[in-house]
C-alpha cells in the first residue's frame, strides 16, 4: 500500500482525536499496512514511557512547600474591615455610634413617649344608646322626648357636648 | 491543598524539570488559588482550573526570566533522584534498561521547549483532550495539535539521539 498515514493521523488516532469516520479508516489502514501499523506502535510505546518515566519521576509534595504556602496565605490574611476607611473601623466607629444614639435620646423631644390620643367613632356612642334603649323598661321607651321644650340655648350646650365627647376619650368624660 | 498538592507538584515538576522551580511554581500556584478562589466556576474540574493558574505562571515566569527555567544540580545520590524510593523491579536487567530508556526519554523531554512539554505533559501523562489542553493554556484547537504533532516528533528524534550511546 503506497498511501501511508501521515505521523499526524497516527499520533491523533492514538490520543482518540479522530472523528468516527477517519478513525475507522485508520484502523483499517493500520490491519492491512505493516509499515504504519509499527510506526503507530512505536508511537504508542513513545507514550508509554512517556507516562511510566512520569510514573517514576512522581514525588511528594515536600512538606517545606506546603508550610510555606500556609504561611504565605495566613501573613496575607487580614482582617476584612482593616481594608475599611478610618472612620468605620470598630474601634472608632463603636463609641461614634454609641455617642450619636446617646445625643438622640436627649436631644430629642419625648413626643413618642407621649400617649396617643384617643378618638372615639361616633358609631360608637349611637351603638351604646341603642344597646341602653333595648335594655330600658318598655314603659321608658313610651316617654316622648319633648323637643319643643328645649331653648336654643340648651340646644347648642347639648350639641357642643356631643360634639366633645365624640372626640374626646371615653373614659376621661366618665370621670 | 493535601488532595491536589502532590498532583500539582508533579505537574509543575514536569513542566519546568527541576525541583527547585517547581516548588516555587507550586507554591505561587496555591497562593494564587488562596487569592482567586471566588473566580472558581463551580461544576467545574478544580485540577484543570490549578493546572491552567500554573500554566499561566510558568509562561509569566518564562516571559520574565526571557529563557529556560535553571537547570537542576546534579544529584550525587541517584537514589534522591526518585524521592528515595526506587521504582520496584523484579528483574535487574529489565530495571537497567527501563531505567536508562527512562533517562534518556527524560533528557529527552528536558530538550523540548517549554510549549512542547507542557502539550505533551497534558496529552500524554494527564490524558487531557485537545479541546481541554486549548482550553487550559488559552489557544486553539488546532495550535495544540500543530504543537503535539512537532513536539511528538521531535521528541522521538531527541530520545533516538540520547540512546544513541548506548547502543
Known sequence: ????????????????????????????????????????????????????????????????????????IHSQRRPSFISLPGFLRPAISLPLA?????ALWFLLPFSHLAPATVKIDARYFLRAHAS????????????????????????????????????TDPFDTER | MSQY???????????TTNENDARDLTQDAFVRVFRAWRSFTPGTSFLSWVYRIVTNLHRDELRRRKGRFQEEIPEDNAFQEYGGQRPLAIDPIEEFVEH??????SKALARLSSDQRQVIVLADVEEYSYQ??????????GTVRSRLHRARLLLRKLYLDERQPTK
Open chain 2, 132 to 141: 481541554e489542553i486549548a482550553d487550559l493554556i488559552g489557544c486553539s484547537i
Open chain 2, 100 to 105: 536508562h530508556l527512562g533517562e534518556a526519554l
Open chain 2, 5 to 15: 498538592g502532590k498532583a500539582v507538584y508533579n505537574f509543575a515538576y514536569r513542566l
Open chain 1, 98 to 102: 454609641t455617642a450619636a444614639a446617646l
Open chain 1, 132 to 167: 341602653d334603649v333595648a335594655r330600658g323598661s318598655f314603659s321608658e321607651r313610651l316617654v316622648p322626648v319633648n323637643f319643643e321644650s328645649v331653648s336654643q340655648a340648651e340646644h347648642r350646650l347639648i350639641r357642643t357636648a356631643l360634639l366633645q365627647a365624640v372626640v
Open chain 1, 1 to 72: 500500500m503506497s498511501d501511508h498515514l501521515t505521523a499526524a493521523e497516527r499520533i491523533d488516532y492514538l490520543h482518540r482525536e479522530l472523528d468516527e469516520t477517519t478513525d475507522a479508516r485508520v484502523q483499517l489502514h493500520l490491519t492491512d499496512c505493516e509499515f504504519c501499523r509499527t510506526e503507530a506502535e512505536y508511537e504508542a510505546r513513545l507514550t508509554d514511557l512517556i507516562r511510566a518515566c512520569a510514573a517514576q519521576e512522581e514525588r511528594e509534595l515536600p512538606s517545606e512547600v506546603k508550610a510555606g504556602i500556609w504561611q504565605i
